[in-house]
T-cell receptor, first 114, second 115 residues
């Protein structure tokens, strides 16, 4: 069964710093990987979607990479801002157990200090 | 604008009561999902449906029931058999293209509390 791990569980950085969030998955036969942001008490907002044939995706100050062979993805946030403070979730989409499902990591809680 | 609407935002349930959480989408997505989120546990799949009048159990279906009578709607009932229903419930949808998709869209969630 697919397992997704996110390290670190929590991260605190000063404003303006560049940072990297890590995501690893146990079964490399995935179709895609999606990064989400969740603010306290809110739903999930999609940040970036990487198809299995892609190596990276970029949106503004965010860049996500995917290395299927090693079972890893990273989310790079440039020039962090206090508004980036949230929990970031990584999820992989695969056909494990015979059905197409999204498996989530437990998230990294990011705090950007002004 | 297209999206997913979950209601209510907050819900309180007395012991022994059944309650129903609403999820409606106007994205014309085929598949819909219900997840439960607990602190420190991540999101866990309760039920999903890929087509009208059909649905499948996820990892933690016990104590829950669903229906899919319309493509746009996927309500979740939390029954009295669910022993620990206090949690944050999230509904999601996605178009169904195997091997390629535009990603999941999530609603804003319903926080259920047992009183």
């Amino acid at each position: 069964k697919q397992e997704v791990t996110q390290i670190p569980a929590a991260l605190s950085v000063p404003e303006g710093e560049n940072l990297v969030l890590n995501c690893s998955f146990t079964d490399s036969a995935i179709y895609n990987l999606q990064w989400f942001r969740q603010d306290p008490g809110k739903g999930l907002t999609s940040l970036l979607l990487i198809q299995s044939s892609q190596r990276e995706q970029t949106s503004g100050r965010l860049n996500a990479s995917l290395d299927k062979s090693s079972g890893r993805s990273t989310l790079y946030i440039a020039a962090s801002q206090p508004g980036d403070s949230a929990t970031y979730l990584c999820a992989v989409y695969d056909s494990g157990a015979g059905s197409y499902q999204l498996t989530f990591g437990k998230g990294t809680k990011l705090s950007v200090i002004p | 604008d297209g999206g997913i609407t979950q209601s209510p935002k907050y819900l309180f349930r007395k012991e022994g009561q059944n309650v129903t959480l609403s999820c409606e989408q106007n994205l014309n997505h085929d598949a819909m999902y219900w997840y439960r989120q607990d602190p420190g546990q991540g999101l866990r799949l309760i039920y999903y449906s890929q087509i009208v009048n059909d649905f499948q159990k996820g990892d933690i279906a016990e104590g829950y029931s669903v229906s899919r009578e319309k493509k746009e709607s996927f309500p979740l009932t939390v029954t009295s058999a669910q022993k620990n229903p206090t949690a944050f419930y999230l509904c999601a949808s996605t178009p169904l293209h195997r091997g390629f998709y535009d990603g999941y869209t999530f609603g804003s969630g319903t926080r259920l509390t047992v009183v």
